[in-house]
């Protein structure tokens, strides 16, 4: 083999590495950029969110606690929270859905906790945020249900403790009120409780239809270093 020949072939061999180079690196190029599209493409995810509200002093809405819990398990995003961090939690909402985060909202309440989620959802309305659902246990001398809320739901005693629920000016959407005083077992303080009230709201939660998810950048996205 002549030693022009062998050089020749080396050369041809140094191209195509140089050659094959370029197309790694332009293969590299194009799935960054596909990555990238992706990344600022991609839906944020969608969720449902439910805040519940306990009473006085906290100690007697334990049923609070049991629903997020049960709601948990199935991959609803739940926090029972004291009645009095009713101003705070709005104040989260609201800046979460201006950052473009899309959920379902449900408040629920039991006694004072139950006036503060109405409370919760009127300052929400000034915001222009919906609530999807509102639950309310045994609430008393409470506000009118606002405008923005889509459904609510409200057990009450009659005679006994609570009240029925009323719609504030511009309500449309779908208002029960439930009367549970036939059921003599449940009291107010057992109200949230009561195994019957909790299936019932996880019911009326697990059907809310999700929300359509609008497509959020992500950060920290970068391109591979040529």
């Known amino acids: 083999m002549s030693p022009d020949w062998v050089q020749n072939l080396q050369a041809v061999d140094m191209r195509g ?19 990238s599209v992706l990344a600022w493409c991609s839906p944020a995810q969608a969720e449902t969110r439910v805040y519940l509200l306990r009473g ?5 809405s334990t049923g609070m606690d049991e629903l997020a819990a049960d709601l948990k398990t199935k991959g609803i995003q739940a926090d029972a929270i004291g009645h009095l961090s009713w101003k705070s939690t709005v104040s989260k909402i609201v800046k979460d859905r201006a950052s473009g985060k899309a959920f379902a909202l449900v408040l629920v309440g039991h006694s004072q906790g139950a006036n503060n989620v109405i409370e919760m ?15 309310t246990l045994a609430p008393m001398l409470q506000e009118p249900v606002p405008s923005n809320v889509v459904r609510a739901m409200n057990y009450y005693q009659n005679p006994g ?9 511009g309500f449309h959407g779908k208002l029960s009120n439930i009367d549970v005083s036939s059921e003599l077992t ?22 809310i239809p999700q929300p359509k998810a609008s497509p959020q950048p992500r950060e920290n996205t970068q391109l591979p270093e040529r």
């Open 121 to 135: 959802a009127q300052a929400l309305e000034t915001n222009k945020i919906a609530v999807d659902l509102l639950v």
């Open 56 to 60: 006085w002093f906290g100690v007697f």
């Open 186 to 207: 449940i009291t107010h303080i057992n109200i949230d409780k009561s195994a019957r009230v909790q299936t019932e709201i996880v019911r009326a939660i697990l059907a």
């Open 161 to 169: 403790w609570g009240a029925p629920l009323v719609a504030g000016r």
């Open 17 to 35: 590495g140089c050659y094959q180079f370029r197309l790694r690196l332009g293969a590299r190029w194009v799935a960054a950029i596909a990555f």
